[in-house]
């Protein structure tokens, strides 16, 4: 992966961890660190900051692919375990400096045909975490999602939408804010990386989308949230297709008519297709839809991405 892009790719998160109040040296404890933006930042980290001691949590479900740390097997420490278990999650908390949460259950699709493993996750996990970094005082950086916003206008994503089973429950564990430690919450967008840590994870190929931004200089407590800028790619699953290629600033306002809130009739209609046509397509086939709708004609990813870092 080119220094380029990797630092494009993980601008959004390691400038948080890298404020002026944080130590030089930080024992990290990084949940879902196997997933696909998790698997993305420990690489980074471990070639970036070597100085930092990264000890991953992850329960290796569908989504997790251990194979995807290989590379950095011997630089970190490995821990395979659920972040809803509050014994092992305490141990781990109280032995590091900061905790950077990826473990959850991320396909908002699926959150539509069974809510239960998102509950369990995204929520006891997540206050599991929340408890045990609150208890032993640790910095902790929540990584969400920018579909709590639902289908606002990206130049104004001022209030949340949830509207599914994923989003609901994203949006309630940020109302866990309150845990008198030091937090920072970003919320990722759709992104794309080199190569894909989920075996479920479609070829960037057949990618579309976009983003994710946030303030120069985040707050060293506080919320980082997307908007504006175009920052990473991801191969699969989420929308905003129609911002690949987009420069930064301008003219990433999302085309009217994907303004409209998404009609839960046509969730079921895409997963009606999703299990005729594989899993893979479901949110290509749907962005695809609503996005020629606009005019808008997808580029081929590699020269978005290429057009992307010759912008940056
Ligand atoms: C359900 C569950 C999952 N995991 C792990 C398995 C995976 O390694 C990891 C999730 O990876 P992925 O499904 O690839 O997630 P990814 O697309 O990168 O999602 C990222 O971006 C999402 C927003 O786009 C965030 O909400 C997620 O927290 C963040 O991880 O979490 C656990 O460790 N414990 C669990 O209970």
Same mark, same amino acid.
């Given at each position: 992966?080119?220094?380029a892009?990797t630092?494009?790719?993980?601008?959004g998160?390691?400038?948080?961890?890298?404020?002026?109040?944080?130590q030089?040296?930080?024992?990290?404890?990084?949940?879902?660190? *196997?997933?696909?933006?998790g698997?993305n930042?420990?690489?980074?980290?471990v070639?970036?900051?070597?100085?930092?001691?990264?000890t991953?949590?992850? *329960?290796?479900?569908?989504?997790?692919?251990?194979?995807s740390l290989? @590379?950095?097997?011997? /630089?970190?420490?490995? &821990?395979?375990?659920? &972040?809803a278990?509050?014994?092992?999650?305490?141990?781990?908390?109280s032995?590091?400096?900061v905790?950077?949460h990826?473990a959850?259950?991320?396909?908002n699709?699926?959150?539509l045909?069974?809510?239960?493993p998102f509950?369990?996750?995204?929520i006891?996990?997540?206050?599991t975490?929340?408890e045990? &970094?609150?208890?032993?005082?640790v910095r902790?950086?929540?990584?969400?999602?920018d579909?709590?916003y639902?289908?606002l206008?990206?130049?104004?994503?001022?209030k949340f939408?949830?509207?599914t089973p994923?989003?609901?429950?994203?949006?309630?564990?940020e109302?866990?804010?309150l845990?008198?430690?030091?937090w &920072?919450?970003? /919320?990722v967008?759709?992104s794309?990386?080199?190569w894909? *840590?989920?075996?479920?994870?479609?070829?960037?190929r057949r990618?579309?989308?976009?983003?994710?931004a946030? !303030?120069?200089?985040?707050?060293?407590?506080?919320?980082?949230?997307g908007r504006?800028?175009v920052?990473?790619?991801? @191969?699969?699953?989420?929308?905003?297709?129609?911002?690949?290629?987009g420069? /930064?600033?301008?003219? $990433?306002?999302r085309?009217?008519?994907?303004?409209?809130?998404r009609?839960?009739?046509e969730?079921?209609? *895409?997963?009606r297709?999703?299990d005729?046509?594989?899993?893979?397509l479901?949110?290509?086939?749907?962005?695809?839809?609503?996005?020629?709708?606009?005019g808008? !004609? @997808?580029?081929?990813?590699?020269?978005?991405?290429s057009?992307? $870092?010759?912008?940056?």
């Amino acid at each position: 992966m080119s220094d380029a892009l990797t630092k494009t790719i993980l601008r959004g998160i390691m400038p948080c961890l890298l404020a002026a109040e944080i130590q030089q040296t930080m024992r990290m404890l990084v949940t879902g660190g *196997a997933g696909f933006i998790g698997a993305n930042f420990v690489h980074y980290t471990v070639r970036e900051h070597p100085e930092h001691q990264i000890t991953v949590l992850d *329960a290796l479900t569908y989504a997790g692919n251990e194979a995807s740390l290989a @590379p950095v097997r011997d /630089r970190i420490e490995f &821990v395979h375990g659920s &972040v809803a278990d509050a014994e092992l999650v305490d141990r781990l908390v109280s032995g590091c400096d900061v905790g950077v949460h990826f473990a959850a259950e991320s396909h908002n699709d699926n959150s539509l045909r069974d809510p239960s493993p998102f509950l369990q996750t995204n929520i006891v996990g997540s206050f599991t975490l929340l408890e045990a &970094v609150r208890a032993h005082g640790v910095r902790y950086h929540h990584i969400s999602t920018d579909e709590v916003y639902g289908d606002l206008e990206l130049d104004d994503p001022a209030k949340f939408t949830p509207e599914t089973p994923y989003t609901a429950r994203a949006t309630a564990i940020e109302r866990h804010w309150l845990v008198r430690t030091t937090w &920072v919450v970003a /919320r990722v967008a759709t992104s794309c990386a080199p190569w894909p *840590a989920s075996p479920t994870a479609a070829s960037p190929r057949r990618s579309s989308t976009t983003s994710w931004a946030g !303030r120069p200089s985040p707050p060293a407590s506080g919320t980082w949230s997307g908007r504006g800028a175009v920052r990473h790619l991801q @191969p699969h699953r989420r929308r905003r297709a129609h911002l690949l290629g987009g420069r /930064r600033g301008a003219g $990433l306002r999302r085309p009217r008519a994907l303004g409209r809130r998404r009609d839960p009739s046509e969730h079921r209609r *895409a997963l009606r297709r999703e299990d005729r046509d594989g899993p893979r397509l479901l949110n290509s086939v749907l962005d695809l839809i609503r996005i020629r709708a606009t005019g808008f !004609r @997808p580029r081929d990813w590699r020269d978005a991405l290429s057009g992307y $870092l010759a912008d940056s």
